[in-house]
T-cell receptor
Framework: KNEVEQSPQNLTAQEGEFITINCSYS?????LHWLQQHPGGGIVSLFM???GKKKHGRLIATINIQEKHSSLHITASHPRDSAVYIC?????????????????FGKGTKLSVIP | SQTIHQWPATLVQPVGSPLSLECTVE??????LYWYRQAAGRGLQLLFY??????ISSEVPQNLSASRPQDRQFILSSKKLLLSDSGFYLC????????????FGQGTRLTVV
């Protein structure tokens, strides 16, 4: 079964700390997404990666295709970064309809940044 | 620009009552649309997807149904809600093109009481 594993499940950090959230997946993918879910529930797409590294402000996402692993880093963390961070992958495979482009989601990492 | 709207944001419904969640997209035509559900302590799981008007595929058997009455409209429904239907429901638009973005609604927090 194709799976997406995230670690850690919960993470508490002091304001200003450098944070890393990890995502591993079981088979080849065509794309990986990092999402942010705020306490109110709304989900925001942070990054979409198929290779290499992307940076947006204090957020950095990297992916290692060979190792089937991605990381999301937050530099100089702030209490407003507190949220659930979710990794989602689009599996690589022959196109067989919209179902092939569905995303498989990790369970999320709950981040709490304390002032 | 592409946008996706989902409503309502929160909903409390009694057991046995009907449900209708709506998702609409703007800025595209013939989108691939998806409904996901997140139960407590679990990751988001695919419920339904649709590649066009009137075309619905279901991933898991359940007490819910979906409809695509218009190109840019995707509706999740139930005739009689169960307690187990409580959870977070998310509409998504995922382009059929590889390596393109996915767009997400704000989600609906449903509590069945």
């Amino acid at each position: 079964k194709n799976e997406v594993e995230q670690s850690p499940q919960n993470l508490t950090a002091q304001e200003g700390e450098f944070i890393t959230i990890n995502c591993s997946y079981s088979v080849g993918i065509s794309a990986l997404h990092w999402l942010q879910q705020h306490p109110g529930g709304g989900i925001v797409s942070l990054f979409m990666l198929s290779s290499g590294k992307k940076k947006h402000g204090r957020l950095i996402a990297t992916i290692n295709i060979q190792e089937k692993h991605s990381s999301l880093h937050i530099t100089a963390s702030h209490p407003r970064d507190s949220a659930v961070y979710i990794c989602a992958v689009r599996w690589r495979g022959a196109y067989s309809g919209a179902g092939s482009y569905q995303l498989t989601f990790g369970k999320g990492t709950k981040l709490s940044v304390i002032p | 620009s592409q946008t996706i709207h989902q409503w309502p944001a929160t909903l409390v419904q009694p057991v046995g009552s009907p449900l209708s969640l709506e998702c609409t997209v703007e800025g595209t035509s013939n989108p691939n649309l998806y409904w996901y559900r997140q139960a407590a302590g679990r990751g988001l799981q695919l419920l339904f997807y649709s590649v066009g008007i009137g075309q619905i595929s279901s991933e898991v058997p359940q007490n819910l149904s979906a409809s695509r009455p218009q190109d840019r409209q995707f509706i999740l429904s139930s005739k009689k809600l169960l307690l187990s239907d409580s959870g977070f429901y998310l509409c998504a638009w995922i382009s059929g093109l590889l390596n393109t973005e996915a767009f997400f609604g704000q989600g609906t927090r449903l509590t069945v009481v």
